[in-house]
């Protein structure tokens, strides 16, 4: 894979991994100052993530099912 966003989209979602984080957690982990290096607005158009309420968290950031499906078809899981 030779596009770097594409690349970095998909550690976002091993990142965010199967439960969800919460949003200020990932936006500190995931914020860029590069505007060549848009994930997590790539992430958002290819509708590999969803954003959801939860009592006592706030807003979380989860993989949704499209997200997990790219994310198996391009990192299959090894063992």
């Given at each position: 894979m030779s596009d770097p966003v594409a690349a970095l989209v998909l550690d976002l979602l091993e990142?965010?991994?199967?439960?969800?984080?919460?949003?200020?957690?990932?936006?500190?982990?995931?914020?860029?100052?590069?505007?060549?290096?848009?994930?997590?607005?790539?992430?958002?158009?290819?509708?590999?993530?969803?954003r959801s309420h939860r009592d006592g968290i706030g807003s979380v950031v989860g993989v949704s099912q499209a997200g997990l499906a790219h994310l198996a078809a391009q990192r299959p899981r090894q063992g």
């Open positions: 990142w965010i991994g199967p439960e969800p984080r919460p949003y200020p957690e990932v936006m500190e982990a995931w914020r860029t100052s590069c505007p060549r290096l848009p994930v997590w607005e790539e992430a958002n158009a290819r509708g590999f993530l969803t």
